[in-house]
C-alpha cells in the first residue's frame, strides 16, 4: 500500500500524477493554518523516489505545464526526504494550488485541524 511502482501506470504523466497526489495529501497536513509533514510521510516519500533524474527530466521538458508542474513537486520532495524544511512543503502546496487549476483533479486533500497536533 505504501509503495509506488510507477510502471503500473499507463505512462510517466499518469504516474507523476498518482505520486503527486500521494506527496501533496500524504505528505502534508494542515494544524491551525500551518502547513506540517503529513500524516502518512512513508507513502509520500516512496512516490518520490520512484522518479529519478531522466523520468523528471522528461516531465521538465513536456509541453504540458501540468506535467512541469507536477515534477516540480517531485523534485521538491526529494529535497524534504534530504532536508525536512516546512518551508519546502509550502512551496509543495502552493505547486498542488497550481496543478488544480491547470486540471489536475485530486482525490483528497491534505489532512487539516485546528488545535494541537498530536505528539
Known amino acids: 500500500m505504501y509503495g509506488f511502482k510507477k510502471a503500473s501506470y499507463k505512462d510517466l504523466h499518469a504516474a507523476a500524477a498518482e505520486a503527486s497526489q500521494r506527496i501533496y495529501s500524504a505528505g502534508i497536513s494542515i494544524w491551525n493554518g500551518k502547513i506540517c509533514p503529513g500524516g502518512n510521510n512513508v507513502m509520500a516519500n516512496a512516490a518520490a523516489e520512484a522518479f529519478d533524474d531522466a ?11 501540468l506535467d512541469q508542474t507536477l515534477s516540480q513537486m517531485i523534485r521538491l520532495r526529494q529535497d524534504f526526504m534530504r532536508a525536512s524544511s516546512d518551508d ?32
Open 55 to 65: 523520468d523528471l527530466h522528461t516531465l521538465d521538458r513536456s509541453a504540458s505545464p
Open 88 to 119: 519546502i512543503l509550502v512551496e509543495i502546496y502552493s505547486l498542488a494550488q497550481t496543478a488544480k487549476a491547470l486540471g489536475w483533479k485530486t482525490l483528497s486533500e491534505p489532512y487539516s485541524r485546528n488545535g494541537p497536533r498530536p505528539v
